[in-house]
């Protein structure tokens, strides 16, 4: 994090998606990445272990985001509403750096690279194990815990995609909680006829 | 599947997940396992691709139950439900394949070699996927078949933990429905207090 190269993470995270949308992800090298972003291959190894690396660079930041959310939350009653409100940040978030046409260039990018893809489901297993860990510290029985953080994870996931295919200007917390609201009212009992 | 070679494919399995639990994953070659199975290589090698394969055998019959499931079902009312029942077909399925100490060893080797995982979650995504498109074939908008896909493997996911993690005699089954049902309750409104 040299202070001659501002924002070189950042222009580093732009540089490796535009390259791997144009060229491909296997025929783009570390080399490329960094003559884009105006930085050394150097400076690129400052920030990440790989080109793989790149478009995973969030990671850690939405893994304490859930962390803060469910630790700081006063409501212990129902841990998926915990959940809820935790992915409603990690919506927050990650809605307020990527653009939806970013994201869906790299939803494009994981479908046709099984290795990006398989670090991708990792990544959000790891979000899973996270926010289950949590609520069990809070005192919440594991098996609940990991039941409210996978429930809540497959929302999320069905939200995002939502997200990407909108073709309205509703912001991905916006889809993110309507799924949750969907998923809610299906478990209500069906409402009863009128004869 | 030569019949002077009966089951070598379930033998495999068995002496796949046998010499991986013993020696560990990385240090068991398929020639080890041909030899522990009684068959030659070139009988492995007419079965599976490599050894990883041996430990997801089952993924195209999983992809059949769920398949089957969901088109053969006369209720399009809710599309969570018949996830629900293409994942009991799921559970009564693996349950009557697998042993709860077998399943066990399987998910040690999964969380300790990250090449298993990435199968493994990439195996589950398969099945949200297949789910997602039979539901829209029979016609559930792509939204919302996405949403009972996901947020129903999520459930399941849970379930299968809490089948292993149990000490008592439930099955599969007993697990995953009782993880639908309980996520069924978590979405209630909250009961009145009485003032």
């Not at 950042?10 to 884009?36: H, K, M, N, Q, W």
Request: charged letters at 30%; one cysteine or more.
């Amino acid at each position: 994090m040299s202070r001659w190269e501002p924002n070189s993470r950042e222009r580093l995270g732009e540089a490796a998606l535009s390259l791997f949308s144009e060229r491909g992800y296997a025929a783009t090298t570390v080399e490329d990445i960094a003559a884009r972003a105006g930085v050394t291959e150097r400076t690129f190894f400052r920030h990440f272990g790989d080109k793989r690396e790149v478009l995973f660079a969030g990671t850690e930041a939405l893994l304490e985001i859930v962390t803060a959310a469910i630790t700081n939350s006063d409501d212990v009653a129902v841990p998926f509403d915990d959940v809820a409100r935790a992915l409603d940040d990690v919506a927050a978030f990650i809605g307020s750096r990527r653009t939806r046409a970013e994201g869906r260039v790299r939803r494009g990018l994981l479908l046709q690279n099984p290795e990006l893809l398989e670090r991708e489901l990792i990544k959000l297993a790891t979000m899973v194990t996270t926010m289950a860990a949590c609520l069990t510290t809070r005192g919440t029985s594991q098996a609940t815990a990991i039941l409210a953080a996978e429930a809540g994870m497959g929302v999320f996931k069905a939200g995002f995609d939502r997200w990407l295919d909108a073709d309205t200007d509703d912001t991905l917390p916006d889809h993110v909680r309507a799924a949750f609201a969907e998923l809610g009212r299906w478990s209500q009992p069906a409402p009863r006829l009128r004869r």
